[in-house]
């Protein structure tokens, strides 16, 4: 069956680093599109990066664009999320999500979610 | 850009009731729309995409209806599972959740 584990998660100070991986198991990771998405503590969902099937096309979320970079790997079967300049307003849970569609065009929903992992950013 | 609204923002509902959530659009996103239920602590799970279809494995109770701007979320008999958080999403541009509708129990 489909797996996402998400890892990378904790805490961290305003302005530092942080590598989200995202490690798929049970489909073809390298024939499906990926996504990033955040829940900060008690609010709704905000969609953050995706990167299609083969890693050529890359978009992310004005709040993120130019301080996230979204990579993956297929020969790992691992999506990335470079996080750099955080800030406390990026606390949230990250959860990885598969698109609900193969190959390219457009997305027809996330069909499979990992289990998130917390990210906060603190001094 | 494509804004995204749900109303109600909540509802309290019995066991049994029809439940009826509202999606709208800021403008024509087709039918790129999909439906999530979310329970406190777990991941979002797709229950309905491109509107109308229906995801694997999810009950027959939920439907999807609407095009362009305007779409609806229809849980027929409500059980006491579905009590949660429902949120419609956009992919006809780059992805967007709407704010979500807490369904609780009356």
């Known amino acids: 069956q489909v797996q996402l584990v998400e890892s990378g998660g904790g805490v961290v100070q305003p302005g530092r680093s942080l590598r989200l991986s995202c490690e798929a198991s049970?489909?073809?990771?390298?024939?499906?599109?990926m996504h990033w998405v955040r829940q900060a503590p008690g609010k709704g969902l905000e969609w953050v990066a995706i990167?299609?099937?083969?890693?050529?096309?890359?978009y992310s979320a004005d709040s993120v664009k130019g301080r996230f970079t979204i990579s993956r790997d297929n020969s790992r079967n691992t999506l990335y999320l470079q996080m750099n300049s955080l800030r406390p307003e990026d606390t949230a849970v990250f959860y990885c999500?598969?698109?609900?569609?193969?190959?390219?065009?457009?997305?027809?929903?996330?069909?499979?979610w990992g289990q998130g992992t917390l990210v906060t950013v603190s001094s | 850009d494509i804004q995204m609204t749900q109303s109600p923002s909540s509802l309290s509902a019995s066991v049994g009731d029809r439940v009826t959530i509202t999606c709208r659009a800021s403008?024509?996103?087709?039918?790129?729309l999909s439906w999530y239920q979310q329970k406190p602590g777990k991941a979002p799970k797709l229950l309905i995409y491109?509107?109308?279809s229906l995801q694997s494995g999810v009950p027959s109770r939920f439907s999807g209806s609407g095009s362009g701007t305007d779409f609806t979320l229809t849980i027929s008999s409500l059980q006491p599972e579905d009590f949660a958080t429902y949120y419609c999403?956009?992919?006809?541009?780059?992805?967007?959740f709407g704010p979500g509708t807490k369904v609780d129990i009356k």
């Open positions: 999500a598969r698109d609900n569609r193969m190959g390219h065009g457009y997305s027809y929903g996330f069909s499979n």
């Open positions: 491109l509107a109308s």
């Open positions: 990167i299609s099937n083969d890693g050529t096309i890359k």
């Open positions: 999403q956009q992919t006809y541009t780059t992805p967007l």
């Open positions: 049970g489909f073809t990771f390298s024939m499906y599109a």
């Open positions: 403008q024509t996103i087709s039918n790129y």
